[in-house]
């Protein structure tokens, strides 16, 4: 004899989605979140280029790559002994980059580049801070006992963002992804609530009065 509760269990239908369903919504929320509170920051992140190549200093060649942003520009120093010279950049070499606007509306400023520990060249770095979109005067100096020199360029300042629309523009493809993940979950949605109906007909069916089932 089969009870009213195991005739509904044959025709019942899994729920497992539902769990899963609100656990993406979560997470597709936080990363939606976390791409529009990160976006500014990774605006200041763009890939460094040469504003500066082939300059020679002293018995060394001088390369410098920058991402002069708003707000934040970093300078990449890159010194290579010259082919057959049989030198090395001394261990106590000293880089310096000293920054004005072009305009000369403010005073020189100099930051102190570091030394990083790479296998294959040696290379300073260092964080500038420049409060506008603007042409700049970048002058960098070499010291150590052995070598001194400088050199000089010019560098175009550009902004991080541009504004709102540039911000909205950024977030579009990940609206669009939320839009479409929103598409799909009310139509699972709508196909539950047919599933549960046609299950609630089928139970209702099977309905009998106490006593007939033997």
Known sequence: MRSHSSLAGIYSFPLENAPRSVGASRA?????FAIFFCAPAWAHIGPPY?????????PF??????????????????????????LSVPADMKVQVA??????RLPVAVYAAQR????????????????KEETWHVHITFSSTTVNGAAD???SVTPTLLGRWDLLLFLLP??????????????????????????????????VSPGTLE
């Not at 597709?28 to 939606?32: G, M, P, Q, R, S």
């Not at 040469?50 to 002293?58: A, L």
Request: hydrophobic share 40%; glycine share 6%.
């Open 174 to 207: 990940f609206a669009g992804i939320c839009v479409l993940w929103f598409k799909a979950a009310t139509v699972k949605r709508a196909q539950r609530m047919r599933r549960r109906s046609v299950h609630a007909v089928v139970a209702q069916s099977f309905k």
């Open 28 to 32: 597709l929320t936080f990363a939606f």
């Open 116 to 131: 990083e520990k790479l296998l294959d060249h040696v290379e300073f770095t260092t964080q500038v801070p420049f409060d």
């Open 61 to 86: 060649d001088v390369e410098v790559w920058s991402n002069p942003d708003v707000g934040t520009g970093s300078f990449y120093v890159i010194i290579d002994p010259r082919k057959g010279s049989g």
């Open 99 to 104: 920054v004005q606007p072009v305009s000369k």
């Open 153 to 155: 360029t010019d560098v």
């Open 50 to 58: 040469p504003i500066m190549q082939n300059r020679k200093v002293g």
